[in-house]
């Protein structure tokens, strides 16, 4: 059971199962909405976290290199996300028992930590604006919906299987 307590996620499959399917939703997402809202390429939405590392000038100029480098940290930044949900959901066990709920909630915080927390303390060295509404709401709906609850749905799903496992 992959060291899983009755009834608790197991780190393997909300980590592993979680961030990837964050990683991939999210970047479809980044992916569409930006190059279709702000009129850039799909290179320079992948410039931009890259930035993080690299600083923004040096990230525009890496090209694809750089782009590459910004999908794998936007992987980084989905596992990570995905680790402290199955953390969070060994201290409370009601992310478990309530996942819509959980991870709409979590999704948001996700957003605000990354733009108010994880931005500004990276190469960026900014705090970001406010952004225009339509991308605002892009970002708050799309993480809660395409961060939050699929992490928090694939943790209470490895918790139902690890409770059965241990009856069985």
């Not at 479809?28 to 850039?40: E, V």
């Not at 108010?116 to 919906?145: D, K, M």
Request: charged share 10%; aromatic share 14%; proline share 7%.
């Amino acid at each position: 059971m992959d060291g899983s307590k009755k009834g608790q996620p197991s780190a393997f499959e909300t980590i592993v199962y979680g961030g990837l399917a964050i990683g991939i939703l999210d970047f479809l997402d980044a992916s569409i909405f930006f190059p279709l809202y702000f009129g850039i390429g799909f290179l320079d939405v992948w410039h931009g976290p890259a930035s993080g590392i690299l600083g923004r000038d040096a990230s525009r100029a890496g090209g694809l290199n750089s782009a590459l480098l910004g999908i794998l940290m936007h992987f980084c930044v989905a596992f990570s996300i995905a680790a402290v949900y199955f953390l969070l959901s060994r201290l409370i066990p009601f992310l478990v028992r309530h996942p819509i709920v959980s991870g709409l909630i979590f999704g948001i915080a996700a957003h605000f930590v990354m733009q108010y927390v994880v931005i500004p303390l990276s190469a960026i060295r900014s705090f970001p604006s406010w952004p225009p509404v339509p991308s605002l709401l892009n970002s708050l709906i799309g993480h809660a919906l395409l961060v939050g609850l699929p992490v928090a749905l694939i943790a209470a799903w490895s918790a139902r299987k690890n409770a059965r496992n241990y009856y069985a």
